[in-house]
């Protein structure tokens, strides 16, 4: 998972043509239709690449 | 992980200053040391203090580096990045600080400022959708398609948010208006076709940031039912289009844009209109017409937008600083939060643009209420080479000057209509005590009928006649009676032109009169400009008691109009100047002083 528009896994199903209702809040919170530790790790670990600081993400 | 984010402002303002150059040093620099990989680059938005651009700010260490250059950057990289010492002598220095600032919070630059709709700029890369959504965008969008399209207005409503394109009509209730207009289909319009002399907010909005503008719009489109929306942008912005295109390709890649965006039957598509830069084409009904492929030329409303706008459906058009307030708004709990900032009739924070002669030229964001004084002397840092100031220049060519008396005029909607100005889109002009206020009427208004598309006669015969006198009083061939004809000319053209353009082009004519009257009748009268701009009007004179003959004057005077031995004071032979002003640019003494015409030495002047 690159990006937030990568599927962390084979669960999350968000494309433009299949879309998920809570795809914005599941890019910085996510997983939120299921629970898997390393499926959050990945998005957080785009976060981390990027965040110049504690303050950066807003949710 | 990175270690360092090396955030360099890839604005225009900077670009121009090798704000690429310096990117490209710093990347060959990390590249010949193999320290690429630990330190991200990006050339993001614009931080708005031009005046000391190229700027590199570098996280997580909050290190404001300025005025760089690219043989900089080996000692940047050494110094901050090897050793991790701060580089003193790049950090920000002036008369305002008594040490080095490193960062924001002690440049005074920022002190006032309130970074609402700029809480992005220069902090993520506007080229990249996740940054965008990682700092709560797109979220208010989120929430506005799970509210009612006209409970979204309300919200924009209890904001109180005005129009920021200039004449700050109530955003929510212009948006409440197209709601209810009949019709299955209809538009949502950018306007950022930005044409002020002196103005690039929108610019800077548009290069920084350029998510917000998507998401204000979607937001727009939800409240109002409109599915397919415009962004008028004028040509000669081409990072602002190129960045824009970059953000639709995205959205429309991540689902928030096109058919049934986040599976809520909502459908949006989003165009870009490049506009050829006619300055008329700002006000919404040229535009409209512009973006339908006719002439840029104003039609006369009733019907409004609202009710037949863009292919003759409803339509809701705001500028680019407007949609960027949305988001803000519609995050929840955020139109209370951004009532409470502002005064009682204009809500939230202004972006105003300074240029001029001001210290600190750039960007500013502000509380509405803030005074004229403290943006010109606090965050501006007061006047170039410590002259006086003058007055400053509020809305551009349609707006009006504020002089020395209002410096403590609070800046929202109603108190700058009362002093004659307008809020206009946020372009400040300073002026110190050497400009010619009539020669700066005259200038504003050679624009606007320049500009004037001539679909009425008001604004395209009014405004003729009115650059007629002005420019005869400015060559010394005015007339007791030419102050009267203006004010009438102004009057008339502000009663009857068809547009927003033609309404107000006379403002900075009736406002230099007002509060510069004096000036008027001693170019009519007197025959003489004081400030040394209206160059039949004055002569220059050598102040014997301080030349001290350095002959740099001597140098740079191209009609080698100027004598005189070295050490010894020099003198101009008045048959020969041109009154090209280059002396005066280059002496250290301040020796060169303003006569009247025919006057050798009338230095009490």
Known sequence: ?59 | MYEKHLMICGATGCLSSNSAKVQQALEEELARRGMKEKYRLVMGGCPGFCEVGPIIVIYPDEVFYCRLKPEDMVELVEKHLVEGEVVERLLYTGPDVDVPARFYDTIPFYKKQVFNVLHNSGIIDPENIDQYIMRGGYRAFSRALNLEPLAVCDEVKRAGLRGRGGAGFPTGLKWEFTNKSAGAKKYVVCNADEGDPGAFMDRSILEGDPHAILEGMLICGRAIGADEGYIYCRAEYPLAIKRLKIAINQAEEYGLLGENILGYGFNFKLNIKEGAGAFVCGEETALLASIEGKRGMPRPRPPFPAQAGLFGKPTTINNVETFANIPLILKEGGAEEYAKIGTEGSKGTKVFALAGKIRNTGLCEVPMGITVREIIFDVGGGIKGGRDFKAVQAGGPSGGCIPTEQLDLPIDYDSLTKAGAIMGSGGLVVMDDRTCMVDLARYFLSFTQKESCGKCIPCREGTKRMLEILQRITEGKGAPADLEKLDSLAFSIKDSALCGLGQTCPNPVLSTIRYFRHEYEEHINEKFCRAGSCKALFNYYIDPETCIGCRLCVKVCPVGAISGERKEPHVIDQSLCTRCGSCVEKCRQNSFLITRVGREADVSN
Do not use: L, W, Y
């Not at chain 1, 962390?8 to 494309?15: D, L, M």
């Not at chain 1, 209702?21 to 629970?35: A, Q």
């Open chain 1, 1 to 59: 998972m690159e990006r937030f528009i990568d599927p962390c896994c084979e669960q999350c199903t968000h494309t433009k043509n299949t879309p998920c209702k809570d795809f914005v809040e599941c890019c910085v919170s996510g997983p939120i239709c299921h629970t898997d530790q390393a499926c959050a790790a990945k998005r957080k670990a785009i976060i981390d690449k990027v965040a110049i600081n504690e303050k950066f993400v807003i949710c």
